[in-house]
């Protein structure tokens, strides 16, 4: 049996017990006891839920488990799952006006109401091998979508097409591309690309053309999404080991590390006020240049002018959790999906 625990804003601290029977049946639960006979104490539990993990025998990138789209107050720590299904749901970009999420499924791109709660289907014509690397832009008018086709030998490329639906434009002409960021003045998008053997950040004009490499160093480079005073890209880099996070101007120069913790920090995202950066954190035993589906993760909160991580969800999750842009736009809360089997 092994217990992990931990205050909040901490991480886990694990024990493991190997010689404890509990017969055949175990009940799982939590209690609350005052420790005096003479005195009545309340406890209150918030977000208590079981997580079934996968199987033992699953295949990564073939098999799926049951998906929530949750929304989190990064203050106060208070989840709500808003949508849930026993398909694969990934990656939620919070819309500018706040009235829904836009997350991938099975190809294809949704819009969820979050006042009508209901999902509907974003016309993206024959682009339909959509990803999870998806961006809003700041208009509110554009999104990205990266999306791979036969013809590209299932290579990913970087398209958009309008907020409601239509037929998407290529933007790149080589792939694999896989977009992260838009630059507020709507001009400029940057994507990870595999170009000789290597990924690293790039930036291209929306309207398409030569892309410009932004980052050479050796091992991946990846998450690029632009400050929303336009003054800086924020990504993920695993050059000096674990994968941590990182900034540079808009043209690539002053590159500078922020992050240097025993975990693996993924997709910095910058929220609307500039004030904070959130990110995702995998233990430091997922191999540094992977981002896999269905671990235990961390959602962290760091601010963006410098200063201490903390956490503010525990979850079971990753691949597909956080991926893209996922601020409200008042910058109280971000979407995220969690994971569990048997999720009706």
Same mark, same amino acid.
């Given at each position: 049996?092994?217990?992990?625990?931990?205050?909040?804003?901490?991480?886990?601290?694990?024990?493991?017990?190997?010689?404890?029977?509990?017969?055949?049946?175990?009940?799982?639960?939590?209690?609350?006891?005052?420790?005096?006979?003479?005195?009545?104490?309340?406890?209150?539990?918030?977000?208590?839920?079981?997580?079934?993990?996968?199987?033992?025998?699953?295949?990564?990138? +073939?098999?799926?488990?049951?998906?929530?789209?949750?929304?989190?107050? *990064?203050?106060?720590?208070? +989840?709500?799952?808003?949508?849930?299904?026993?398909?694969?749901?990934?990656?939620?970009?919070?819309?500018?006006?706040?009235?829904?999420?836009?997350?991938?499924?099975?190809?294809?791109?949704?819009?969820?109401?979050?006042?009508?709660?209901?999902?509907?289907?974003?016309?993206?014509?024959?682009? !339909?091998?959509?990803?999870?690397?998806? *961006?809003?832009?700041?208009?509110?008018?554009?999104?990205?979508?990266?999306?791979?086709?036969?013809?590209?030998?299932?290579?990913?490329?970087?398209?958009?097409?309008?907020?409601?639906?239509?037929?998407? +434009?290529?933007?790149?002409?080589?792939?694999?591309?896989?977009?992260?960021?838009?630059?507020?003045?709507?001009?400029?998008?940057?994507?990870?690309?595999?170009?000789?053997?290597?990924?690293?950040?790039?930036?291209?004009?929306?309207?398409?053309?030569?892309?410009?490499?932004?980052?050479?160093?050796?091992?991946?480079?990846?998450?690029?999404?632009?400050?929303?005073?336009?003054?800086?890209?924020?990504?993920?880099?695993?050059?000096?080991?674990?994968?941590?996070?990182?900034?540079?101007? !808009?043209?690539?120069?002053?590159?500078?590390?922020?992050?240097?913790?025993?975990?693996?920090?993924?997709?910095?995202?910058?929220?609307?006020?500039?004030?904070?950066?959130?990110?995702?954190?995998?233990?430091?035993?997922?191999?540094?240049?992977?981002?896999?589906?269905?671990?235990?993760?961390?959602?962290?909160?760091?601010?963006?002018?410098?200063?201490?991580?903390? *956490?503010?969800?525990?979850?079971?999750?990753?691949?597909?959790?956080?991926?893209?842009?996922?601020?409200?736009?008042?910058?109280?809360?971000?979407?995220?999906?969690?994971?569990?089997?048997?999720?009706?």
């Amino acid at each position: 049996y092994t217990l992990s625990v931990a205050k909040t804003g901490d991480k886990y601290t694990t024990s493991e017990v190997a010689d404890l029977s509990l017969g055949e049946e175990v009940y799982v639960g939590l209690f609350v006891c005052s420790h005096n006979k003479d005195v009545l104490e309340k406890a209150v539990f918030r977000n208590v839920r079981i997580v079934i993990p996968v199987k033992d025998d699953f295949v990564p990138y +073939r098999q799926y488990i049951g998906s929530y789209i949750e929304t989190l107050d *990064v203050m106060n720590g208070h +989840r709500l799952i808003v949508h849930q299904s026993p398909k694969s749901l990934q990656a939620p970009n919070w819309t500018p006006d706040g009235k829904a999420l836009i997350y991938n499924s099975e190809g294809l791109i949704y819009s969820f109401d979050l006042a009508g709660k209901k999902a509907t289907v974003v016309n993206t014509g024959a682009v !339909t091998k959509n990803n999870n690397d998806h *961006v809003i832009s700041f208009d509110g008018k554009m999104l990205g979508l990266s999306s791979s086709a036969a013809e590209d030998s299932n290579r990913s490329n970087v398209y958009v097409v309008p907020i409601g639906g239509g037929n998407p +434009r290529r933007v790149t002409a080589s792939g694999p591309s896989y977009l992260h960021g838009w630059s507020p003045d709507g001009k400029f998008l940057t994507f990870t690309g595999q170009r000789n053997k290597e990924f690293d950040i790039y930036k291209i004009s929306v309207q398409g053309g030569a892309e410009t490499r932004l980052t050479t160093a050796k091992g991946l480079d990846d998450g690029s999404e632009y400050s929303p005073d336009g003054k800086y890209i924020y990504f993920n880099s695993a050059r000096t080991g674990l994968m941590q996070l990182w900034r540079m101007k !808009t043209d690539g120069s002053m590159q500078e590390q922020l992050t240097s913790d025993s975990l693996n920090n993924w997709f910095p995202h910058v929220s609307p006020n500039g004030k904070w950066i959130a990110f995702i954190s995998f233990p430091k035993e997922v191999p540094a240049d992977d981002h896999p589906f269905y671990k235990h993760v961390y959602l962290r909160l760091r601010p963006a002018g410098g200063g201490e991580s903390k *956490v503010i969800a525990y979850l079971y999750g990753g691949q597909g959790t956080i991926n893209t842009p996922s601020w409200s736009p008042d910058s109280k809360r971000i979407a995220f999906v969690s994971n569990s089997d048997g999720i009706r």
